[in-house]
């Protein structure tokens, strides 16, 4: 199984909503991301979980709050996003999290916030 | 800090071939990576070569990395209506340990 697993594909939501997005994966993979995509852009890093710690925080904002329950799961918790928000979240993972590794990305989840 | 550049655009017809073209500026970069995103999708790693190496080849694609112009080439032969997507160059290295860099991405679109 080489598949990042992201639900769900898609997520509309008014600024006052909680919601989450979920990743998985059965690779065995020890670290595990959150980018940021707006259209036509680069994905932008925001989190970085390895061996289940929180390595990297890219000065996110605390409206986005992520949590690794697992070595295969990765949930980013929304709350009181803003219009800006609205992006596409791709998740993905590597093996170590280590300087020189291959990302694996799921489909990601189009966010639109209203 | 890291910076990688492409150009933005690439237009080819079928069955020729195609090179998309990036450079980046950090000299301790050990690893390049092309990543090809398709609509609607997520990134899919497509290659990737270590900084001690000048070239890879696998299939229909070639990696050339000139490590002292920190230029970084990807050819696609025989280019297919598939194959048109966005690519995106990144390098990861020590002075950004746990991330990857990536490049603004060129879009390749091949004519039928």
């Known amino acids: 199984d080489t598949e990042v697993t992201q639900t769900p594909k898609h997520l509309v939501m008014g600024m006052t909503n909680k919601k989450s997005l979920k990743c998985e994966q059965h690779?065995?993979?020890?670290?595990m991301y959150w980018y940021k995509q707006k259209a036509k852009k680069p994905p932008e890093l925001m989190f970085v979980y390895s061996y289940e710690k929180l390595s990297i925080n890219e000065s996110v904002p605390s409206r986005f709050s992520p949590e690794c329950p697992n070595s295969s799961l990765l949930n980013l918790h929304l709350h009181a996003l803003q219009p800006e928000d609205s992006a596409l979240y791709l998740c993905?993972?590597?093996?170590?999290?280590?300087?020189?590794?291959?990302?694996?990305f799921g489909s990601g989840t189009q966010l639109s916030v209203l | 800090g890291e910076d990688v550049e492409q150009s933005l655009f690439l237009s080819v017809r079928e069955g020729d071939s195609s090179v998309i073209n990036c450079t980046y500026t950090d000299s301790s970069s050990t690893y390049l990576y092309w990543y090809k995103q398709e609509p609607g999708a997520g990134l899919q790693l497509l290659t990737y070569i270590f900084s001690n190496m000048d070239m890879k080849q696998d299939q229909r694609l070639t990696v050339l990395l000139n490590k002292k112009d920190k230029h970084l080439s990807l050819r696609i032969a025989d280019t297919q209506t598939g194959d048109s997507a966005i690519y995106f160059c990144?390098?990861?290295?020590?002075?950004?340990?746990?991330?990857?860099?990536f490049g603004d991405g060129t879009t390749l679109t091949v004519k039928p």
């Open positions: 990144a390098e990861s290295g020590r002075t950004n340990a746990g991330k990857s860099t």
């Open positions: 993905a993972s590597s093996q170590e999290g280590a300087v020189n590794e291959k990302l694996f």
């Open positions: 690779m065995g993979h020890r670290a």
